[in-house]
Every structure is written in structure tokens, then in C-alpha cells.
């Protein structure tokens, strides 16, 4: 049987490759931007940590304000002396907890908010430091002969 050959396969690679230019990788410039990255996600994890914190003390000072609203309230129903007085009392005792908490929630939708624009917007800045840093490493190297 007669031997086929397929011109894709008779390619002189030596020759090929003689003519590409391979680009010399300026690896301190990768280093210096990753130690970058890397100081960003962990500046950015302590913002996170410290939002969380906030948040906490916050929760705690609502959950303490409203044992003592309770507190205050049972104190205010026991020495109501009629029932319409009792009845006053709890119907504005029902509407100041509630207005408390709309306040509140509102209070930590914003302490959330803030924190995590603080927290992106750090690593948002850094992802565009590190993408000029390395359009800038890659368009700076002479290639390689």
C-alpha cells in the first residue's frame, strides 16, 4: 500500500517558530501586583469585620433599649387603674415599638449599606489599579528573539 502523506504534517517547526516572538514576562511587576491584590482583600476583610462589628454593638443596643421599653411598659399597664386605660396605654405602647423598629431596621440597612460600598469599593479600586498595572506590564516588554 502506498504511503499517503498530508501537507498539514510536513511543517518545519524550527522554521515556524523561528519567526514568532515570545514576550519576556516581567515577573517582580507580577509579584509587586499580586502582593497588591492581596493587601486589598485583606484590607478589605477587616472593613467587613469592623462593619460587622458596628452592626453587632448596634443590635445589642437594640435588643437592651427594648427589654427596657418592655420593661417601662408592663410597669405603665400594672398601674393603669380602668381598662380603657390599659387599653390606651397598650395600643401606644404597640405603636412606639413599632415606629422603634421601623427605625431601627432602617438604622441597619444603612450601617449594611455603608459598610459594603467601604468594602467593594476598595476591591473595585483594586481590580482597576491591577488592570492597568498589568495592560501596563504587558505593553512595556520588548519581546524576546
Known amino acids: 500500500m502506498a504511503k499517503t502523506s498530508n ?75 380602668s381598662f380603657e386605660d390599659r387599653a390606651v396605654k397598650q395600643a401606644e405602647f404597640a405603636k412606639s415599638v413599632y415606629q422603634k423598629a421601623l427605625a431601627n431596621f432602617w438604622d441597619l440597612g444603612e450601617m449594611f449599606t455603608k459598610s459594603n460600598s467601604r468594602t467593594f469599593g476598595v476591591l473595585n479600586k483594586r481590580v482597576a489599579d491591577s488592570l492597568d498595572e498589568v495592560k501596563s506590564i504587558v505593553g512595556n516588554q520588548p519581546a524576546a528573539s
Open 7 to 81: 501537507p498539514a504534517f510536513d511543517i518545519d517547526m524550527t522554521k515556524f517558530m523561528s519567526g514568532m516572538k515570545v514576550p519576556s514576562i516581567n515577573f517582580q511587576a507580577i509579584a509587586a501586583t499580586q502582593r497588591k491584590n492581596f493587601e486589598a482583600v485583606a484590607a478589605a476583610n477587616k472593613m467587613a469585620f469592623e462593619g460587622l462589628q458596628e452592626i453587632a454593638r448596634r443590635q445589642s443596643e437594640i435588643v437592651t433599649s427594648g427589654v427596657e421599653d418592655i420593661s417601662g411598659a408592663v410597669t405603665g399597664l400594672f398601674s393603669a387603674t
